[in-house]
């Protein structure tokens, strides 16, 4: 029997400079960041033990480091960053990180503007 688990990670947010405009560089604006994880092994679902699990609160920290490191054009590429970071970072074999941009300059009345990017090593 096959087990496979996921860790998610929802709504970390974030105040940076990303776009593609000056004032988006200038006054920056806040962000929000989902992480989806698989993890190279499912041991801690039978163990209980925190030295098989993946460190949440580190998670977290990685994101944020990533997310405000650099005033990125696209957030297409910030999401790429994260989940190439965190596959380095930690024992997982897959990422899924999605950026919402919920002030996004455009025109017309929106929710989120969300961008979505699957790593897997």
Same mark, same amino acid.
């Given at each position: 029997? &096959?087990?496979? %688990?996921?860790?998610?990670?929802?709504?970390?947010?974030?105040?940076?400079?990303?776009? /593609?405009?000056?004032?988006?560089?200038?006054?920056?604006?806040? %962000?929000? #960041?989902?992480?989806? *994880?698989? !993890?190279?092994?499912?041991?801690?679902?039978?163990?209980?033990?925190?030295?098989?699990? $993946?460190?949440?609160?580190?998670? &977290?920290?990685? /994101?944020?480091? #990533?997310?405000?490191? =650099?005033?990125?054009?696209?957030?297409?590429? *910030?999401?790429?960053?994260? =989940? $190439?970071?965190? *596959?380095?970072?930690?024992?997982?074999?897959?990422? &899924? $990180?999605?950026?919402?941009? !919920?002030?996004?300059?455009?025109? =017309?009345? %929106?929710?989120? #503007?969300? /961008?979505?990017? &699957?790593?897997?090593?």
């Amino acid at each position: 029997m &096959t087990r496979e %688990f996921g860790i998610r990670i929802e709504g970390i947010e974030v105040f940076a400079f990303h776009g /593609v405009l000056p004032e988006e560089k200038a006054e920056g604006q806040a %962000f929000s #960041v989902d992480v989806e *994880l698989v !993890p190279t092994s499912d041991r801690a679902c039978d163990t209980d033990a925190v030295a098989d699990a $993946v460190d949440y609160g580190a998670v &977290t920290e990685a /994101v944020v480091a #990533v997310a405000t490191a =650099a005033s990125l054009d696209l957030i297409e590429h *910030l999401a790429d960053r994260i =989940a $190439v970071d965190l *596959l380095a970072r930690f024992p997982i074999r897959r990422a &899924t $990180v999605s950026v919402h941009k !919920p002030s996004a300059p455009i025109r =017309a009345a %929106f929710g989120d #503007v969300i /961008v979505t990017v &699957t790593r897997t090593a």
